[in-house]
């Protein structure tokens, strides 16, 4: 995969807050993918982003990726406790290629 | 649907022993991958195979081993434990944009 690095590492908000974290390459990145972990939980896949500008939308979660194709962000609107956990972004190669995450963005929320 | 789903759940190894680490994917995905994750860590690859009968190593290798015979089955293999190996393992498949992970092995060496 395509290193990429994600800011912050850890994001605390009080619930109802908003959340961002982003994602930053120094080279064009082909794609974006962005995971979820729960505590105690698996990387659950979220989302592919893959066309310059793109934003896509999932309820209270918006992607987008730069007209660059440099660097992307997921945004939570009104945190939920539901959101807690720790968020991924990866960039796949073409070919073969083995996925690499990176330490992600541990997201912790205050009631 | 199982998915991916890997075994055992949980073990404790004493150091020097060895063990596999078990990963089956029925989704008939080309590409497979074992990841560890220490608390509070990302994930770091350790092996990955983009098909039967091929693997290539990953960022940390160095301990293990692995093998695919099958598309389905992806054994993660560590010979002589060591303390440095205590950490959660996961497997994940794909086929062209969603990997699918397992719910992991979380492995205390002792």
């Known amino acids: 995969g395509q290193q990429v690095m994600q800011i912050p590492q850890y994001q605390h908000v009080q619930e109802g807050e908003d959340f961002t974290t982003y994602c930053n390459s120094s080279?064009?990145?082909?794609?974006i993918q962005w995971y979820k972990q729960r505590p105690g939980g698996h990387p659950v896949f979220l989302i592919q982003?893959?066309?310059?500008?793109e934003v896509k939308k999932q309820k209270r979660l918006t992607f987008q990726f730069g007209e660059a194709k440099k660097n992307s962000s997921l945004h939570i609107t009104a945190t939920q406790t539901t959101d807690v956990g720790t968020y991924f972004c990866?960039?796949?190669?073409?070919?073969?290629?083995?996925?690499?995450f990176g330490k992600g963005t541990h997201l912790i929320i205050q009631p | 649907n199982a998915g991916v789903t890997q075994t055992p759940k949980f073990r404790i190894l004493k150091i020097g022993q060895s063990m596999t680490l078990q990963c089956t994917q029925d989704?008939?995905?080309?590409?497979m991958y074992w990841y560890r994750q220490d608390p509070g860590m990302g994930l770091k690859l350790i092996y990955y195979?983009?098909?039967?009968?091929?693997?290539d190593k990953g960022e940390v290798p160095n301990g293990y081993n692995v093998s695919r015979s099958t598309t389905e089955d992806f054994p993660l293999r560590l010979e002589l434990a060591a303390p440095s190996q205590t950490s959660v393992y996961f497997c994940?498949?794909?086929?062209?944009?969603?990997?699918?992970f397992g719910q992991g092995t979380r492995l205390t060496v002792v």
């Open positions: 195979s983009v098909g039967a009968g091929i693997t």
């Open positions: 990866i960039s796949i190669g073409g070919g073969a290629d083995g996925l690499t």
């Open positions: 994940a498949s794909s086929k062209t944009i969603e990997a699918f």
């Open positions: 982003l893959v066309k310059s500008g």
């Open positions: 989704m008939n995905h080309n590409y």
């Open positions: 080279t064009t990145l082909s794609n």
